[in-house]
């Protein structure tokens, strides 16, 4: 899971203005698109289990979790004004801001461990038994080897180097 050069340039310059909305940053996605391009910035928050709900300015009930409207729309405004100044993107692009939703990729290796016991989604650069995509549970990570163990088809289980994989992220279920 390695980030392209541009990525990781628009990375560093967008991560200190999504901090300031006292938010994560969980990943983004630079996709050039002849004359416009996307920029898609996935944005998390800690969940507080002991947090009091309470009705926001838009009148939606925040129960101490997740992402919601109003924390896309400031990070918009602060990303959107440190681009318009920056002017890291040639041509026209378009900017997205969402949380990383159910099906949430991954960008780093070590957002994983918390997903460990759950079904994931791989698709690989090079091909591994002959495939280079995968549905399979996550079975451990690896942090310091830079690996996955995951577990298709039953029993069988493969360890997969992090360099190796292009895309993941997570399979909801109920």
């Known amino acids: 899971m390695k980030l392209s050069n541009k990525t990781q340039a628009l990375h560093d310059l967008i ?10 940053l969980w990943g983004i996605e630079f996709i050039p698109q002849g004359k416009r391009s996307l920029l ?24 101490g979790r997740g992402i919601g409207v109003q924390d896309c729309v400031l990070v918009t405004q602060q990303v959107g004004a440190m681009l318009d100044v920056h002017d890291p993107i040639s041509g026209e692009y378009a900017l997205e801001v969402s949380s990383p939703g159910w099906d949430r990729p991954f960008f780093q290796l070590e957002q994983m461990p918390a997903y460990i016991g759950q079904q994931v989604a791989l698709r690989l650069i090079t091909a591994v038994e002959n495939r280079r995509k995968f549905q ?11 690996v996955i163990q ?8 493969l360890e997969i180097d992090s360099h190796n994989i292009d895309k993941a992220n997570l399979i909801y279920q109920d």
């Open 15 to 24: 991560a200190p203005a999504v901090q300031a909305c006292n938010v994560d």
């Open 40 to 63: 898609r910035i996935y944005i998390d928050k800690n969940i507080d289990e002991s947090a009091e709900p309470v009705i926001n300015e838009d009148g939606e009930l925040e129960q």
């Open 136 to 146: 399979a549970k996550l079975l451990s990570v690896d942090l310091e080897n830079e």
């Open 150 to 157: 995951v577990e298709v088809e039953g029993n069988h289980v």
